[in-house]
């Protein structure tokens, strides 16, 4: 009986998840000859259960947002998991030399209502000057507000002329129905800034993370938050640990997880920890997502999605119990929706 119960539960303990093989093109360069690449995934369950994605629609080249004078911010949506999808909609559009970049989306459960941050640039008059905008929907991505700029909310004045941004891809909710989010000064550090008014007001908490360039940021289940942070040259990921929403944190490297220097994602489900990224020191390729149940102490083993060339991803809960993830592939031609099991 003992040898038969321990090959069950061994068996549960090695398998780790699903995917949807190939997955759903929902944003293609190649069929868009208009658009020079399409770049950042983020995506949010509504709480409807319908799913927003969102991204940059770079129109004269692939460059980043202090280098392009054509970014907007695009979005389609699902009503059946991901499924269908609608047609692809420019919900952020300035005029030649306005850019917006970088979205990342945030559902408040309680009220129902999306923010969609993004970081915005006049290359023409305020070159490398950033400023961070959000706009919000309170009908699952049917219609949107006007921008709202909360730079001065977030930001101290004397970083005006810093390199700063908002990580792209997902914020979060906490338990107690807090919103938070991080946000990178390359000259000091990452940050979070939260709202405790459901997106009323906005604040930065104002304690640096010591190392780190694109974050993400959860709540574990003893309300502890983690903040899982990419770190250029160091071959890995590093892991902030906070038991005080933010006021002192505990660093480390996570030699378990390597990676190139990308943008990743990071989500609770339950008990259980998910991470996506491109599984490798040097190269963005490979992008896999691994599965912690202890918290993130340790991770599995992973699963590939994709073992070419990719990067970015974003990952969201579906109203199946499944998991949605977007993300970058084929030298950022195409932004790809697959359905992950666990």
Not at 122 to 144: A, C, H, M, P, Q
Not at 165 to 183: D, W, Y
Not at 291 to 310: E, L, P, Q, Y
Request: glycine fraction near 8%.
């Amino acid at each position: 009986m003992r040898r038969i119960r321990f090959f069950i539960i061994a068996s549960v303990l090695a398998s780790t998840v699903h995917a949807q093989p190939g997955g759903q093109v929902l944003f293609s360069s190649k069929t868009d000859p208009g658009v020079s690449c399409y770049r950042i995934p983020a995506m949010v369950t509504a709480s409807n259960g319908d799913l927003v994605v969102a991204a940059d629609q770079r129109v004269a080249s692939c460059d980043d947002l202090r280098g392009n004078r054509d970014i907007n911010i695009v979005i389609r949506t699902s009503t059946d998991n991901g499924d269908t999808w609608s047609d692809i909609r420019t919900v952020v559009d300035y005029p030649l030399g306005c850019s917006a970049s970088d979205p990342s989306l945030i559902t408040d459960h309680v009220t129902g209502e999306i923010f969609l941050f993004y970081n915005y640039m006049d290359l023409d008059r305020e070159r490398d000057v950033y400023y961070f905008k959000v706009i919000r929907s309170k009908d699952n991505g049917k219609t949107w507000s006007p921008p709202q700029d909360i730079t001065s909310l977030i930001t101290p004045r004397e970083w005006e002329h810093d390199f700063k941004f908002i990580t792209s891809g997902e914020g979060a909710r906490t338990k107690s129905g807090k919103l938070i989010h991080t946000l990178v000064n390359l000259n000091r550090g990452v940050y979070l800034f939260a709202s405790d008014d459901h997106g009323g007001s906005w604040y930065l908490i104002d304690q640096p993370l010591p190392v780190g360039d694109e974050s993400k940021v959860i709540e574990l289940d003893d309300g502890t938050w983690m903040v899982n942070s990419r770190v250029n040259g160091s071959g890995c990921r590093y892991v902030h640990i906070s038991a005080d929403e933010g006021k002192t944190w505990m660093s480390k490297p996570d030699t378990t997880l390597a990676d190139p220097g990308c943008n990743a994602s990071l989500l609770r489900k339950g008990d259980t920890l998910l991470f996506s990224n491109p599984d490798h020191k040097k190269e963005r390729k490979n992008l896999t997502i691994r599965m912690s149940i202890d918290n993130g102490k340790t991770w599995r083993a992973g699963t590939v999605i994709h073992a070419g060339n990719s990067a970015y991803s974003t990952m969201t809960l579906l109203a199946t119990g499944e998991v949605g993830i977007l993300y970058e592939r084929n030298d950022y031609s195409e932004l790809v929706f697959t359905r992950i099991t666990l």
